[in-house]
Nanobody, 123 residues
Framework: VQLQACGGGLVQTGGSLRLSCAAQ????????VAWFRQAPGKLREGISC???????YYADSVKGRFTTSRDNARETVYLQMDGLQSEDTAVYYC??????????????????WGQGTQVTVSS
């Protein structure tokens, strides 16, 4: 099982990026898929979840700016990030949870993790 996160980079304040999380070895349609991030010196933060039932969840810190979506045919989940701010600078990880319907932004419930992609927002 492998989750491959990509799409990070350097962007100016107010800019946009789209992250992708591609799965190999699992069928994402059976999983909740979430995005987490971790900034230097801070705890890992759950920011979004795209549930297998079709619900989405967002942390207050990104609500209204970030949008998660999925393409099960491509085994890929996306995170569209708009209105990026310096506080969004972090390593972003995707993760998959088979059982689902638990705490969607709690890292403890996720079974598989991608390797992380760096997002840096410059002012």
């Amino acid at each position: 099982v492998q989750l491959q996160a990509c799409g990070g980079g350097l962007v100016q304040t107010g800019g946009s990026l789209r992250l992708s999380c591609a799965a190999q070895g699992i069928a994402l349609e059976f999983y909740d898929v979430a995005w987490f991030r971790q900034a230097p010196g801070k705890l890992r933060e759950g920011i979004s979840c795209d549930s297998k039932e079709g619900s989405t969840y967002y942390a207050d810190s990104v609500k209204g700016r970030f949008t998660t979506s999925r393409d099960n045919a491509r085994e890929t989940v996306y995170l569209q990030m708009d209105g990026l701010q310096s506080e969004d600078t972090a390593v972003y990880y995707c993760a998959a949870d088979l059982r689902g319907a638990r705490a969607p932004l709690n890292a403890a419930f996720y079974d598989y993790w991608g390797q992380g992609t760096q997002v840096t927002v410059s002012s």
